[in-house]
């Protein structure tokens, strides 16, 4: 994980706990907001598995959409797996490596981002994919899966971010903040996810996610 580098001591650091799915975008810009949070307030991010996959499988969907959802299997799979061969610190690090190339580099078959991703990383890379293409790990994926929608509820998706007890979904963006607007946005969102009867503000997005 990227170490903390604002002026607080590592025993006034607070965990953030980021649950994602590798294929989503918006997911893909928060965790990149939060790695710009972690710049600039005394906080360090925890890095879990969520799955849209699992998230829609019971869902009607368009066949579009289900056939995303289908391929999307294998990516949260092969997080699962390195987690279990390498550690949760490993989980963010393979993050970064994969969704740099399906985000940034907009490479759409996700067996060829898994595997240049582990093999960035030095990780068992066939071993991975081959245990990725089964159901080996579901039940382990579904528990962290089902850790992140206990602390928001059934109607939201990834990602979702959780801090001393409050949680919430989001926060959906365009763009990534750098630097100190980085940390106002967070501390923002943070005071409104704390107060126990806000839900949600929301307005329709006219803009695309971009990633640079």
Known sequence: MTETTGTATSAETETVDFWFDSVCPFAWITSRWMLEVEKVRPVTVNWHIMSLSVLNEEQDIDEG??????????????????????????????????????????????????????????????????????DVLDATLRASHQEGIDQVGHDVGTPVVA??????????????????????????????????????????????????
């Open 65 to 134: 959409y289900r056939e995303m959802m289908d391929r999307a299997w294998l990516p949260a799979r092969a997080a699962t797996q390195v987690r279990e061969r390498h550690g949760n610190g490993a989980v963010g690090r393979y993050y970064t490596a994969v969704g740099t190339r399906i985000h940034n580099e907009g490479q759409k078959d996700y067996e060829v981002a898994v595997r240049g991703a582990l093999e960035e990383l030095g990780f068992e890379t066939d071993e991975i994919l081959a245990a990725a293409r089964t």
């Open 163 to 212: 801090l001393n007890g409050t949680a919430f979904f989001g926060p959906v963006m365009t763009r990534i903040p750098r630097g100190e607007e980085a940390g106002r946005i967070f501390d923002a969102t943070v005071t409104l996810a704390g107060y126990p009867y806000f839900y949600e503000i929301k307005r329709s997005r006219t803009t695309r996610p971009q990633f640079d």
